[in-house]
Antibody
Framework: QVQLQESGPGLVKPSETLSLTCSVSDDSISSFYWSWIRQPAGKGLAWIGR???????NYNPSLESRVTMSADTSKNQISLKLTSLTDADTAVYYC???????????????WGQGTVVTVSS | DIQMTQSPSSLSASVGDRVTITCRAS??????LAWFQQKPGKAPKSLIY???SLQSGVPSNFSGSGSGTDFTLTISSLQPEDFATYYC?????????FGGGTKVEIK
């Protein structure tokens, strides 16, 4: 069964750049699509963007100007960079694996345990 | 963006009860709808995709139905481990969007 493990700095200052990594075990990242999702404390889930190692990325337009997703196939890792941080970016950040349903559309089937990010000076 | 509206936002139920949660999309999404369960301090767990297909390992007391704009998650007999918050999510078009959640509490 695939294991996803997010990691990151925990605390980041306003205006700085957040860098997170999702390490994937028991599956090649090249075989699937991958998304980042975040959840502010006590609130709902918000999709950040999607990546495939052999295709183009798709980002939420609300974050597109600040987001970059990339992959390191040699380490089997997915990465997220989010620039110009504000308090509103404080959240738990999850990576998730996606696979195709019978009609070929992508859905989330496995999630990491999440990593807490706090934006504060 | 497609807005996903869940109702109710919370409910109280007893072990053994039948529970139904509704999710409505602001525009038609065919059957491109998933449901997730989330317990406090934990990551979401995928329950259902394609509106009615159970993820591997999910108990059969969970079921989903619907197509177009109206969807339902049903727990046929609520178990102690089912008390959690449930989210729907559309994957028909970008950006992918989630409902606001339904918290299922112990009566």
């Amino acid at each position: 069964q695939v294991q996803l493990q997010e990691s990151g700095p925990g605390l980041v200052k306003p205006s700085e750049t957040l860098s997170l990594t999702c390490s994937v075990s028991d599956d090649s990242i090249s075989s699937f699509y991958w998304s980042w999702i975040r959840q502010p404390a006590g609130k709902g889930l918000a999709w950040i963007g999607r990546l495939h190692t052999r295709g183009s990325n798709n980002y939420n337009p609300s974050l597109e100007s600040r987001v970059t997703m990339s992959a390191d196939t040699s380490k089997n890792q997915i990465s997220l960079k989010l620039t110009s941080l504000t308090d509103a970016d404080t959240a738990v950040y999850y990576c998730a694996r996606e696979r195709r349903d019978a009609s070929g559309w992508l859905y989330f089937d496995s999630w990491g345990q999440g990593t807490v990010v706090t934006v504060s000076s | 963006d497609i807005q996903m509206t869940q109702s109710p936002s919370s409910l109280s139920a007893s072990v053994g009860d039948r529970v139904t949660i509704t999710c409505r999309a602001s525009q038609a999404i065919r059957n491109h709808l998933a449901w997730f369960q989330q317990k406090p301090g934990k990551a979401p767990k995928s329950l259902i995709y394609a509106a009615s297909s159970l993820q591997s390992g999910v108990p059969s007391n969970f079921s989903g139905s619907g197509s177009g704009t109206d969807f339902t998650l049903t727990i046929s007999s609520l178990q102690p481990e089912d008390f959690a918050t449930y989210y729907c999510q559309q994957y028909n078009s970008y950006p992918l969007t989630f409902g606001g959640g339904t918290k299922v509490e112990i009566k």
